[in-house]
Each structure stands twice: as structure tokens, then as C-alpha cells.
């Protein structure tokens, strides 16, 4: 049961180099999102696509952009990073339709920008 | 606007003591909520919910009951154990939110359980 799959786990960036995370779910969920951790802050969301075809901001959205790629695939691209964006990603997905607000994770990807 | 408000940690406790986790939350609507946990190196997964007034969510010994006139959701457990040492996460969904499904969290508690 692979569920939801990030790559990479750690990236080490300079500041202004460009990155993309991946991500990829394997349950057929229609909505897919990406929010970043950081100490005492809690989870913040970055940006979701409810549907295939379709993206949406949240709230910490500068400084990213957002690719969903297909129903399963949903990428994260930092195109000059920053030390403020040194966080640890997730991405989590979830079946529409039904609101009980579940979401799946995957394990993180933990960036670090210099 | 909608949000979340839960305890500061850390939490630290001795194997077997009963833990509360306070949570409170502000929204409009009839939110649903939720405790996630997080272990050492892992994702968010769900623990508990509950979707409207009164329901009590429960599981692997975790307790938390939807209370709507003092708009909380108190996590409980009555017997820890040092499989238990994570951090958790309180959340809510308003089903009313312009992000679909989006989750509102709170900032999280460190739990440490020493044997």
C-alpha cells in the first residue's frame, strides 16, 4: 500500500536554485494539496487542486507554483528558493465528495535552502 | 475566520499517567474535527474525528468529544504509553470553506512518554 508518495525526502538548495517535489497517490483521489511545517507554526497550506485540471492558492503561496499533472501526480515547484522556504513539505490527498476532512500524507520532504 | 487553538507543549509525562490535550476552535459553520498524530519521521495520519455536537471520537485508547458550547475537543487518553510519544495536531474542516476539504490546524503538541 504505497498511498501517497513524495520525492525526494531531503534537498539541500542555494538560495535563487530551482527545485520541483513530487508527488504521487496511488487511491484515486480526486483533491490533492501541498502544505509546509514549520516550528510552532503547524500545518500551512500552500496551494490544492480539488480536481484534476484544476489549482487553487492558499495561504502561503509566494515564492511557489503548482503543477497537477495528472489525476495521481501533483508537483511543487520552487523556482528561486529562498532561506525562508526552508521547510519540511507535505502533500496529502483526499476523496472528494465525501467532507469528512480526512486527508492522507505522505512522509515529508524536508528542504533546506542556504 | 476559522481556526484552531491547542496547548502548548511539551508534554511530558511517566508511562501509565492520563494525558489531556486541549484544543478549541473558532468558526462560523458546524465544522468537523479531528486529531492527527504525527510520529518521529512520518506523515500526518488521522487518530480521531468527530462531525457535529456531542460525537465522541475515539481510538487505540484516545478519547475526544465535540463540544459545542465551549467549542472544544479535548484529546484524552487515560493510560499512556511510551508508543504514544509523538506530536498532535488538532484540526477542523468547515464544510462551508472555499478550499474544498481544506484542514485548519492547530500548531501542534509534543508528547514525550518516559517508561
Known amino acids: 500500500n504505497a498511498g501517497v508518495t513524495q520525492t525526494p525526502k531531503f534537498q539541500v538548495l542555494k538560495t535563487g536554485q530551482s527545485m520541483t517535489l513530487q508527488c504521487a497517490q496511488d487511491?484515486?483521489?480526486?483533491?490533492m494539496y501541498w502544505y509546509r511545517q514549520d516550528p510552532g507554526m503547524g500545518l500551512r497550506l500552500i496551494y490544492y487542486s480539488a480536481s484534476e485540471g484544476t489549482t487553487d492558492k492558499g495561504e502561503v503561496p509566494n515564492g511557489y507554483n503548482v503543477s497537477r499533472l495528472n489525476k495521481r501526480e501533483f508537483s511543487l515547484r520552487l523556482e528561486s528558493a529562498a532561506p525562508s522556504q526552508t521547510s519540511v513539505y507535505f502533500c496529502?490527498?483526499?476523496?472528494?465528495?465525501?467532507?469528512?476532512?480526512?486527508?492522507?500524507f505522505g512522509e515529508g520532504s524536508r528542504l533546506t535552502v542556504l | 475566520g476559522d481556526s484552531v487553538t491547542q496547548m502548548e507543549g511539551p508534554v511530558t509525562l511517566s508511562e501509565e499517567a492520563f494525558l489531556t490535550i486541549n484544543c478549541t476552535y473558532t468558526?462560523?459553520?458546524?465544522?468537523?474535527l479531528f486529531w492527527y498524530v504525527q510520529y518521529p519521521g512520518e506523515g500526518l495520519q488521522l487518530l480521531l474525528k468527530a462531525t457535529k455536537a456531542d460525537d465522541k471520537g475515539s481510538n487505540k485508547g484516545f478519547e475526544a468529544t465535540y463540544r459545542k458550547e465551549t467549542t472544544s475537543f479535548h484529546l484524552e487518553k487515560g493510560s499512556v504509553q511510551v508508543s504514544d510519544s509523538a506530536v498532535y495536531f488538532c484540526a477542523l474542516s468547515d464544510p462551508r470553506s472555499s478550499t474544498l476539504g481544506r484542514l485548519y490546524f492547530g500548531r501542534g503538541t509534543q508528547l514525550t512518554v518516559w517508561p
Open positions: 468558526a462560523t459553520g458546524y465544522p468537523s
Open positions: 487511491m484515486n483521489h480526486n483533491s
Open positions: 496529502a490527498s483526499r476523496l472528494a465528495g465525501a467532507n469528512t476532512g480526512e486527508l492522507f
